[in-house]
């Protein structure tokens, strides 16, 4: 919540300008270390309107050549109820200018089941993919990802579902985590682990045993749930490190995860891609030319020294080569 706030302090002196020029800087950047799509939420508050919207929406079109950008519409609270109209009519208002799904952040609502049922049903009117942050806490009551897996089969919800963070899930139990990922799996949602930004944000009250406040990758994965990782944040009051490389992410997953390194890799690029909706990328002909060339004789070098003098290859063209 301290991070929150501080972003709130200070909301009035980031104007649509700033935000544009910053998110330019950072895509460029990530996509320069290797990323060939990269989806981000950008913020939808009553007190700041469209303004971080439509500042993401300009970045993408600006960029459209050199990476794929989706944006994702991240509402503030509360979203549900008579005291969540005009926050709902704000992501109507997101929706008609191009965005490319629905994000929120349910365990933050008063009711974060109503929550998901409000999401999934505004993600379902506007015929779009729906992310949410997930359940972003170590306390194991704040559990809202059961119900969302059990609302989206009962609606046989149509587009894509994915829950970042559920880091809650890995303070349940061992038959907990296995009845929910199972859950999981039936409903087709994917689970992203953010791990630079939890390891920061999370467990700093925990002194005795601190947690690593990730999701439980083991249990999803055992359960045939697609499991990828990302960044929630980059240099900001939620993280005030980081590179924006994927390498970074992948290393963090395998020191903090236990997640080998093919997998670790795996999680920041093929898994992404399937959640993403977007066909396979590799040299198999058929396999779309979105590459990344690293001068390291295995994945696992690749991600321990994240080296430069990376070749960036979009759809078979040289984007960037440094």
Not at 68 to 78: K, T
Not at 105 to 111: D, F, G, R, S
Not at 154 to 176: K, Y
Request: glycine letters at 8%; one cysteine or more.
């Amino acid at each position: 919540m301290g991070a929150i706030v501080s972003m709130e302090a200070h909301r009035p002196r980031i104007t649509e300008a700033d935000t544009a020029m910053r998110a330019e800087r950072a895509a460029r950047l990530i996509a320069a270390n290797g990323a060939t799509a990269i989806r981000t939420h950008a913020d939808l508050t009553e007190a700041n309107g469209v303004t971080s919207v439509a500042a993401l929406l300009h970045v993408r079109e600006l960029l459209a050549d050199l990476v794929r950008i989706e944006v994702f519409a991240l509402s503030g609270w509360p979203s549900i109820g008579a005291a969540g109209a005009q926050q709902r009519a704000l992501l109507r208002e997101a929706v008609a200018m191009g965005i490319d799904g629905i994000g929120g952040c349910p365990h933050l609502e008063a009711h974060p089941a109503a929550a998901n049922e409000t999401f999934l049903a505004l993600a379902q009117e506007a015929g779009l993919p729906l992310d949410l942050h997930t359940d972003e806490t170590l306390d194991r009551s704040r559990f809202a990802l059961e119900d969302l897996a059990e609302r989206v089969l009962d609606r046989a919800f149509p587009h894509r579902v994915t829950a970042s963070h559920c880091v809650s899930l890995g303070m349940q139990t061992e038959a907990v985590q296995a009845r929910v990922a199972e859950k999981l799996a039936a409903a087709a949602i994917s689970v992203v682990a953010l791990p630079s930004s939890n390891l920061f944000l999370q467990g700093r009250d925990h002194q005795v045993a601190m947690p690593r406040a990730l999701t439980p990758v083991r249990a999803l994965r055992r359960a045939g749930v697609n499991v990828a990782a990302g960044a929630d944040n980059l240099q900001d009051p939620f993280n005030p490190v980081g590179r924006g490389d994927c390498m970074e992410t992948a290393g963090l997953m395998v020191m903090a995860g236990h997640v080998l390194p093919d997998e670790a890799y795996a999680m920041v690029s093929s898994r992404v891609r399937q959640l993403m909706g977007l066909a396979a990328a590799g040299t198999a002909v058929g396999e779309v030319a979105d590459l990344v060339l690293v001068p390291a004789r295995t994945t696992r070098e690749a991600i321990a020294f994240g080296p430069p003098g990376r070749v960036v290859i979009r759809a078979g063209r040289v984007v960037d080569a440094h």
